[in-house]
């Protein structure tokens, strides 16, 4: 059963500060890596995709990849009120068909 | 900008009933997923769709659960006889051609049912 682990928060932080997200994963063989976000009652919108470790910026969002420790973050710089929203981790692997953790709330207050 | 559209966006249904949900994929898009969300639930796969069959179904996608491509752009999945626990947001999701070994989906907005 491949499971992707997420604290379901709510992470509280104040507009314009850094947002820190995680996520675990259990199957080493896992290959691509993804972020989404979910306002509530909405579908869930790509938001990053990451497939080696390492950083990968795209404007205030980077994503980061420990395969090693099969571990992946995102980080959300000068964090807005409009970023408050649930962030889903998904992960795939062979069947390149994301599985993905429950999610973890962020709010942005002003 | 390109996008799933989802119909209907809201489905009430007593149970036993037969629901469809209709999705239309991005045009160019080859790949097709359906997965579903019970309230407060994480996101969970149920099927996806390539070359006219199924490519892969989770445990959930049982003998209820059937989709299908009639045509060139619809993309639909029936539930026989609905259940209490079958309440939930319905998402169709597509992946571009060339992007067989990512994966990079695109959600549309969703069609919430609600089995009574």
């Known amino acids: 059963q491949k499971e992707v682990e997420q604290n379901s928060g709510p992470l509280s932080v104040p507009e314009g500060a850094i947002a820190s997200l995680n996520c675990t994963y259990s199957?080493?063989?896992?290959?691509?890596f993804f972020w989404y976000r979910q306002y509530s009652g909405k579908s869930p919108e790509l938001i990053m995709s990451?497939?080696?470790?390492g950083d990968k910026e795209d404007g205030r969002f980077t994503a980061q990849l420990n395969k090693a420790s099969q571990y992946v973050s995102l980080l959300i710089r000068d964090s807005q009120p409009s970023d408050s929203a649930t962030y889903l981790c998904?992960?795939?692997?062979?069947?390149?068909?994301?599985?993905f953790g429950r999610g973890t709330s962020l709010i942005v207050h002003p | 900008e390109p996008e799933v559209t989802q119909t209907p966006s809201h489905q009430v249904t007593q149970m036993g009933q037969e629901v469809i949900l209709h999705c239309v994929p991005i045009?160019?898009?080859?790949?097709f997923y359906w997965y579903r969300q019970i309230l407060g639930q994480k996101v969970e796969f149920l099927v996806s769709?390539?070359?006219?069959?199924?490519?892969?179904k989770s445990e959930i996608f049982d003998d209820q659960f059937s989709v299908e491509r009639p045509d060139g752009s619809n993309f639909t999945l029936k539930i026989r006889s609905t259940k209490l626990e079958d309440s939930a947001m319905y998402f169709c999701?597509?992946?571009?051609?060339?992007?067989?070994?990512?994966?990079?989906?695109?959600f549309g907005e969703g069609s919430r049912l609600t089995v009574l």
């Open positions: 990451i497939y080696s470790n």
């Open positions: 998904a992960v795939s692997g062979g069947s390149y068909i994301p599985t």
């Open positions: 045009s160019n898009h080859l790949y």
């Open positions: 769709f390539y070359n006219n069959e199924i490519s892969e």
């Open positions: 999701a597509s992946k571009e051609a060339g992007s067989s070994n990512t994966g990079e989906l695109f």
């Open positions: 199957d080493r063989g896992s290959q691509s």
